[in-house]
């Protein structure tokens, strides 16, 4: 599903110049949960970024689907972004001003989706994540772990091939935070391509395979399953 | 379903009521203000426009002997030009009466000091005025018939039906019947109709030869074909062909052009009168170009404030706004959808804005008129068409202040927003922040110095030796109704204890009477019309006029019939080295000179005067002095009655009619005054939120520092010195412009003020103190609050 090769991103400011993705080169199949470890600074999130078609890369070649998105515009980037991807935050990325039924809306609205049809999707994935009762609050009335459930209710809504988790735990005391992880686990059951960046070994066990990460290079992939 | 754009905004104010209130309220003000001073300068410039074919419509003004020009002209004029005139459709001739009073019952009270205009047949058919009820006779008012104006038919008869009923005009209770009333319109006008009358034939008279007299205002309306230059050459073929020839004069016709005894005429286009025209007689007071281009310039300042304002407050919040648009640019909204949503908010908040403004417009007419006495766009009240443009106004602006947000708030790219978000607030929008910041207190600071400046002529005006001493000196107008008993009255008045000296003459300085004559030196080969006040002996000492050299009129000497007393500026016009004994005219002996005093306008030089002696007057100027000035008039009002046959006297202020010359200066120091304040309360509205912001973004910062030992007085410092800098920075911009524009003002005034550098460090301090106290105000708080607090929220 996602072949990257030699992938390239350099930051640059008057004095310094950083390389934050040094020739990466990784595949990640369909159905696949892949988590990417490494220590700060190390690229992971400016590989995430990349994989989620917010940033482009200065060098190299990612594949999406087979097709070379390096060097998409902003449009088509976006396009294929809301039709594909979905994204679950360490920060949840919650909006303030919109109840939990609102923020899970908004990635069916940007698709185009008519809305009874809306409604009926929200209701049923807000279901599954057992936040029904919650509908009309807002995300600062919510506890953490209810707000993450939220924000993987927003990413799975319009049901996307990828998910792009970034430290989904790292806000959330450890039981809340397993909840999160079964609950990526049963969408990756489902089908669904999971790429967590995370910093916690027990979290990468829920995964089929990590990629660790120095340096924006890959030092070692290991296969769990 | 999802929130609209409407409701997203709606919560964005609930959450933050401070910012969204003081956007609101700015925005509510700029566009009331604006819309104010748009209606007022709209109605302003379109005045006698509203005239079907307005532009086929002008006056016909003349002057004689160089008296300055008349606005009305010649009676028998109408007659010659339609008679002969091809580019003339219709010409009509109005007669403005004076003062009098209506009644409906014989016995009735009467309405008072209604001035009517006697027209003839063919005024509706060069004026357009849409009727209420009833109809114009076509034929033109018949002997007895009236017509009135929607106002006064109110007045007069409530809601009854007017139509058919009869009004008694004047002391003799003339009847005449109303046959129509005419629609009372928001337009302004130069012509002031109350009541119409039929022109009686007797003002037009017989053609006698003398074209030496205005008495009725002339008006034409072209033919289709016709063309204002036609009627000029008609009219310079009149002068030549008719009116040279009948002045009898044994000059060429090129000597009679150049000579006093010259008859001109000025063709004055209709939609030019009200701001243009400013000849003697005019029918109501013109307009002041001056102030309608500074108020619309202000109008336009205070909504571009209004839209900077909320451009700010909207962009200050960006780090708050871009986390949302990060988000919803990550889950898929293209940036149009956003830009759109932005637009569709700043549409919303400026239709609430207009909510607010339709009861600040009220508002400000309201506080206008109040401070200043006089309504700003007159009696009529908004019309449902202003709500209408106010609506598409309201919505312009909108989308105006909606445009910078919309393109700069979503051109961040959704990774930046979502990550480091306290850091990107970015440098680039700082920089347009402060160039608007600075343009805003630049409009502060230039329309602060304006009013100064303006403030401080109209006091030079009213504070300067006028050559003459203003101060208990009353006129009393009416003397004609004395007849013979006019010397027995001024002898009761002089009885009375309060009264220093009375002096019968034919005019008063800075009234509106004008009396000219011709002077000729023999050392001069044509004579000269200078302006002239028929006076008795006591004129000098009752209006405090300064003798310089030579003596007063002496009442004794038979010989000071024929005797002058020149001003000062007379005896240079006329060339004369020893005035005093020289001779002028062949027989009349200059006697004395007095000092240039103040008669005719502030703006002009004081021009060439002279004293003539008279024994006759139409007026009695009174000098009283000590108070108790209503017991006194109290008084000699009773005592008139028996001279007056029960009229009241008509009673002038000298003070009142210099205060008139002055007026337009006044009203303008005053108008400009008035929206100085609010373009002030705009820019600090602005600058209280900007700094209510920047507050709330470094409250750690400040925290940290108060822990590392910083007093108050520092954090003041510390938050107060950037807008303070930009306060300063548009000062110094703004000084240098109004300060141009202000002195080529002040070159109107013969005599004027000098705008020094007190000025200049007024307005600066005025603008920086504002700048200070607010936001020091503002800041206080946070830089006295327990630091632990600031830094536990964290």
């Given at each position: 599903?996602?072949?990257?090769?030699?992938l390239q991103k350099v930051y640059r400011t008057e004095e310094v110049e950083t390389i934050a993705l040094n020739k990466l080169?990784?595949?990640?199949?369909?159905?696949?949960?892949?988590?990417?470890?490494?220590?700060?600074?190390?690229?992971?999130?400016?590989?995430?970024?990349?994989?989620?078609?917010?940033?482009?890369?200065?060098?190299?070649?990612?594949?999406?689907?087979?097709?070379?998105?390096?060097?998409?515009?902003?449009?088509?980037?976006?396009?294929?972004?809301?039709?594909?991807?979905?994204?679950?935050?360490?920060?949840?990325?919650?909006?303030?001003?919109?109840?939990?039924?609102?923020?899970?809306?908004?990635?069916?609205?940007?698709?185009?989706?008519?809305?009874?049809?809306?409604?009926?999707?929200?209701?049923?994935?807000?279901?599954?994540?057992?936040?029904?009762?919650?509908?009309?609050?807002?995300?600062?009335?919510?506890?953490?772990?209810?707000?993450?459930?939220?924000?993987?209710?927003?990413?799975?809504?319009?049901?996307?091939?990828?998910?792009?988790?970034?430290?989904?735990?790292?806000?959330?005391?450890?039981?809340?935070?397993?909840?999160?992880?079964?609950?990526?686990?049963?969408?990756?059951?489902?089908?669904?391509?999971?790429?967590?960046?995370?910093?916690?070994?027990?979290?990468?066990?829920?995964?089929?395979?990590?990629?660790?990460?120095?340096?924006?290079?890959?030092?070692?992939?290991?296969?769990?399953? | 379903?999802?929130?609209?754009?409407?409701?997203?905004?709606?919560?964005?104010?609930?959450?933050?009521?401070?910012?969204?209130?003081?956007?609101?309220?700015?925005?509510?003000?700029?566009?009331?203000?604006?819309?104010?001073?748009?209606?007022?300068?709209?109605?302003?410039?379109?005045?006698?426009?509203?005239?079907?074919?307005?532009?086929?419509?002008?006056?016909?003004?003349?002057?004689?002997?160089?008296?300055?020009?008349?606005?009305?002209?010649?009676?028998?004029?109408?007659?010659?030009?339609?008679?002969?005139?091809?580019?003339?459709?219709?010409?009509?001739?109005?007669?403005?009466?004076?003062?009098?009073?209506?009644?409906?019952?014989?016995?009735?009270?009467?309405?008072?000091?209604?001035?009517?205009?006697?027209?003839?047949?063919?005024?509706?058919?060069?004026?357009?005025?849409?009727?209420?009820?009833?109809?114009?006779?076509?034929?033109?008012?018949?002997?007895?018939?009236?017509?009135?104006?929607?106002?006064?038919?109110?007045?007069?008869?409530?809601?009854?039906?007017?139509?058919?009923?009869?009004?008694?005009?004047?002391?003799?209770?003339?009847?005449?019947?109303?046959?129509?009333?005419?629609?009372?319109?928001?337009?302004?006008?130069?012509?002031?109709?109350?009541?119409?009358?039929?022109?009686?034939?007797?003002?037009?008279?017989?053609?006698?030869?003398?074209?030496?007299?205005?008495?009725?205002?002339?008006?034409?309306?072209?033919?289709?074909?016709?063309?204002?230059?036609?009627?000029?050459?008609?009219?310079?073929?009149?002068?030549?062909?008719?009116?040279?020839?009948?002045?009898?004069?044994?000059?060429?016709?090129?000597?009679?052009?150049?000579?006093?005894?010259?008859?001109?005429?000025?063709?004055?286009?209709?939609?030019?009168?009200?701001?243009?025209?400013?000849?003697?007689?005019?029918?109501?007071?013109?307009?002041?170009?001056?102030?309608?281009?500074?108020?619309?310039?202000?109008?336009?300042?205070?909504?571009?404030?209004?839209?900077?304002?909320?451009?700010?407050?909207?962009?200050?919040?960006?780090?708050?706004?871009?986390?949302?648009?990060?988000?919803?640019?990550?889950?898929?909204?293209?940036?149009?959808?956003?830009?759109?949503?932005?637009?569709?908010?700043?549409?919303?908040?400026?239709?609430?804005?207009?909510?607010?403004?339709?009861?600040?417009?009220?508002?400000?007419?309201?506080?206008?008129?109040?401070?200043?006495?006089?309504?700003?766009?007159?009696?009529?009240?908004?019309?449902?068409?202003?709500?209408?443009?106010?609506?598409?106004?309201?919505?312009?602006?909108?989308?105006?202040?909606?445009?910078?947000?919309?393109?700069?708030?979503?051109?961040?790219?959704?990774?930046?927003?979502?990550?480091?978000?306290?850091?990107?607030?970015?440098?680039?929008?700082?920089?347009?922040?402060?160039?608007?910041?600075?343009?805003?207190?630049?409009?502060?600071?230039?329309?602060?110095?304006?009013?100064?400046?303006?403030?401080?002529?109209?006091?030079?005006?009213?504070?300067?030796?006028?050559?003459?001493?203003?101060?208990?000196?009353?006129?009393?107008?009416?003397?004609?109704?004395?007849?013979?008993?006019?010397?027995?009255?001024?002898?009761?008045?002089?009885?009375?204890?309060?009264?220093?000296?009375?002096?019968?003459?034919?005019?008063?300085?800075?009234?509106?009477?004008?009396?000219?004559?011709?002077?000729?030196?023999?050392?001069?080969?044509?004579?000269?019309?200078?302006?002239?006040?028929?006076?008795?002996?006591?004129?000098?000492?009752?209006?405090?006029?300064?003798?310089?050299?030579?003596?007063?009129?002496?009442?004794?000497?038979?010989?000071?019939?024929?005797?002058?007393?020149?001003?000062?500026?007379?005896?240079?016009?006329?060339?004369?080295?020893?005035?005093?004994?020289?001779?002028?005219?062949?027989?009349?002996?200059?006697?004395?000179?007095?000092?240039?005093?103040?008669?005719?306008?502030?703006?002009?030089?004081?021009?060439?005067?002279?004293?003539?002696?008279?024994?006759?007057?139409?007026m009695l100027a009174v000098k009283i002095s000590g108070g108790h000035v209503n017991a006194f008039l109290d008084q000699l009002?009773?005592?008139?009655?028996?001279?007056?046959?029960?009229?009241?006297?008509?009673?002038?202020?000298?003070?009142?009619?210099?205060?008139?010359?002055?007026?337009?200066?006044?009203?303008?120091?005053?108008?400009?005054?008035?929206?100085?304040?609010?373009?002030?309360?705009?820019?600090?509205?602005?600058?209280?939120?900007?700094?209510?912001?920047?507050?709330?973004?470094?409250?750690?910062?400040?925290?940290?520092?108060?822990?590392?030992?910083?007093?108050?007085?520092?954090?003041?410092?510390?938050?107060?010195?950037?807008?303070?800098?930009?306060?300063?920075?548009?000062?110094?911009?703004?000084?240098?412009?109004?300060?141009?524009?202000?002195?080529?003002?002040?070159?109107?005034?013969?005599?004027?003020?000098?705008?020094?550098?007190?000025?200049?460090?007024?307005?600066?301090?005025?603008?920086?103190?504002?700048?200070?106290?607010?936001?020091?105000?503002?800041?206080?708080?946070?830089?006295?609050?327990?630091?632990?607090?600031?830094?536990?929220?964290?």
């Amino acid at each position: 599903m996602i072949k990257i090769s030699d992938l390239q991103k350099v930051y640059r400011t008057e004095e310094v110049e950083t390389i934050a993705l040094n020739k990466l080169t990784f595949d990640v199949k369909e159905g696949e949960f892949v988590a990417v470890m490494g220590p700060s600074g190390c690229g992971k999130s400016t590989l995430l970024n990349i994989l989620g078609l917010l940033d482009d890369p200065d060098g190299g070649s990612f594949l999406f689907n087979g097709t070379e998105v390096a060097h998409f515009n902003e449009r088509k980037r976006a396009d294929l972004r809301k039709r594909n991807i979905g994204f679950v935050f360490q920060s949840f990325n919650l909006i303030d001003e919109l109840t939990v039924f609102e923020n899970v809306e908004l990635p069916l609205i940007y698709l185009g989706v008519k809305g009874p049809e809306r409604k009926q999707r929200v209701e049923t994935v807000l279901d599954k994540m057992q936040i029904m009762h919650r509908r009309n609050h807002y995300p600062q009335q919510l506890s953490g772990g209810q707000q993450q459930r939220v924000a993987v209710a927003r990413a799975v809504v319009n049901n996307p091939k990828l998910i792009l988790a970034d430290e989904p735990t790292g806000n959330l005391d450890s039981s809340n935070g397993n909840e999160v992880m079964q609950l990526l686990t049963d969408l990756n059951e489902q089908g669904t391509t999971i790429i967590m960046v995370t910093h916690s070994e027990h979290d990468s066990r829920y995964s089929h395979r990590i990629i660790r990460m120095l340096d924006g290079q890959t030092v070692t992939e290991n296969i769990l399953v | 379903m999802h929130p609209s754009s409407f409701t997203f905004a709606w919560r964005n104010i609930r959450k933050y009521p401070a910012f969204s209130l003081i956007n609101l309220g700015g925005l509510a003000i700029g566009i009331a203000a604006s819309f104010v001073l748009l209606v007022y300068s709209q109605r302003e410039m379109s005045c006698d426009r509203q005239f079907r074919d307005h532009d086929r419509i002008a006056r016909i003004g003349t002057d004689f002997f160089n008296m300055g020009g008349f606005a009305p002209s010649q009676p028998f004029l109408r007659e010659f030009l339609r008679a002969s005139c091809k580019d003339v459709q219709y010409a009509t001739a109005l007669m403005s009466g004076d003062l009098m009073s209506v009644r409906t019952q014989q016995q009735d009270r009467a309405y008072t000091a209604i001035r009517a205009y006697y027209i003839d047949s063919v005024f509706f058919k060069v004026f357009s005025y849409p009727v209420a009820s009833g109809a114009v006779p076509q034929a033109g008012l018949a002997p007895g018939q009236t017509i009135l104006m929607e106002d006064e038919a109110r007045k007069f008869f409530g809601s009854q039906d007017p139509i058919g009923r009869t009004i008694y005009v004047a002391k003799e209770n003339q009847p005449y019947q109303i046959v129509a009333v005419l629609k009372s319109s928001f337009q302004k006008s130069h012509l002031d109709p109350r009541l119409f009358l039929p022109l009686p034939a007797t003002a037009i008279g017989k053609f006698d030869g003398n074209w030496s007299s205005a008495s009725l205002y002339n008006y034409v309306k072209l033919t289709p074909q016709g063309s204002m230059a036609g009627l000029q050459r008609w009219l310079d073929r009149l002068r030549e062909k008719v009116i040279y020839p009948t002045s009898g004069a044994i000059m060429s016709f090129a000597q009679w052009q150049a000579s006093p005894k010259n008859v001109k005429f000025t063709i004055q286009p209709l939609a030019d009168i009200y701001f243009h025209s400013n000849l003697n007689f005019e029918l109501s007071p013109g307009g002041n170009l001056t102030q309608v281009k500074l108020l619309g310039a202000i109008g336009l300042f205070l909504i571009l404030l209004a839209i900077i304002n909320y451009v700010n407050l909207v962009t200050a919040r960006s780090s708050v706004r871009s986390r949302e648009i990060g988000i919803k640019k990550t889950f898929g909204a293209s940036r149009v959808r956003l830009g759109r949503q932005m637009l569709l908010e700043s549409l919303f908040f400026s239709l609430l804005a207009m909510g607010l403004a339709v009861v600040l417009i009220r508002g400000i007419l309201f506080a206008y008129k109040w401070a200043t006495g006089i309504p700003l766009t007159g009696p009529m009240s908004l019309t449902p068409m202003h709500y209408l443009w106010l609506l598409v106004f309201s919505l312009v602006v909108g989308m105006l202040a909606g445009v910078y947000p919309a393109i700069y708030l979503t051109a961040f790219k959704p990774i930046l927003s979502i990550r480091s978000l306290a850091m990107q607030s970015g440098k680039g929008n700082g920089r347009v922040r402060n160039v608007l910041v600075i343009f805003q207190f630049m409009v502060a600071a230039g329309l602060v110095f304006s009013s100064f400046v303006i403030y401080a002529q109209w006091q030079f005006m009213q504070n300067k030796d006028k050559g003459l001493s203003t101060q208990g000196v009353l006129t009393i107008n009416n003397l004609y109704t004395m007849g013979k008993r006019t010397a027995a009255f001024r002898q009761v008045v002089e009885q009375q204890a309060q009264v220093v000296s009375t002096s019968l003459c034919e005019r008063a300085p800075a009234s509106n009477d004008i009396v000219m004559y011709t002077y000729k030196t023999p050392a001069m080969s044509r004579p000269m019309t200078i302006p002239s006040f028929p006076v008795d002996a006591r004129y000098i000492q009752t209006l405090g006029l300064h003798l310089t050299s030579g003596r007063n009129f002496d009442k004794d000497l038979v010989s000071d019939t024929n005797s002058l007393i020149l001003n000062e500026s007379a005896v240079a016009a006329l060339g004369l080295f020893n005035p005093v004994g020289s001779t002028i005219n062949g027989s009349e002996r200059v006697i004395g000179v007095v000092k240039d005093f103040n008669y005719a306008s502030f703006r002009q030089k004081i021009g060439p005067v002279v004293l003539r002696y008279s024994q006759t007057g139409c007026m009695l100027a009174v000098k009283i002095s000590g108070g108790h000035v209503n017991a006194f008039l109290d008084q000699l009002n009773a005592k008139a009655k028996e001279f007056t046959g029960g009229e009241p006297l008509e009673i002038n202020w000298l003070d009142d009619n210099f205060a008139k010359l002055a007026e337009k200066e006044k009203l303008l120091g005053e108008a400009i005054t008035f929206f100085t304040a609010l373009a002030i309360l705009l820019a600090t509205l602005g600058l209280i939120g900007l700094t209510l912001f920047t507050i709330e973004r470094r409250t750690r910062e400040i925290g940290i520092r108060k822990v590392l030992g910083a007093n108050v007085d520092q954090i003041l410092r510390l938050v107060s010195r950037d807008f303070i800098r930009l306060a300063v920075i548009a000062a110094l911009v703004a000084f240098p412009i109004s300060w141009w524009l202000m002195n080529r003002w002040l070159e109107d005034f013969a005599y004027r003020i000098h705008v020094g550098v007190g000025t200049f460090f007024l307005a600066g301090a005025v603008i920086v103190m504002i700048a200070w106290s607010v936001v020091s105000l503002l800041t206080i708080r946070a830089a006295m609050a327990n630091p632990i607090h600031s830094l536990r929220t964290e």
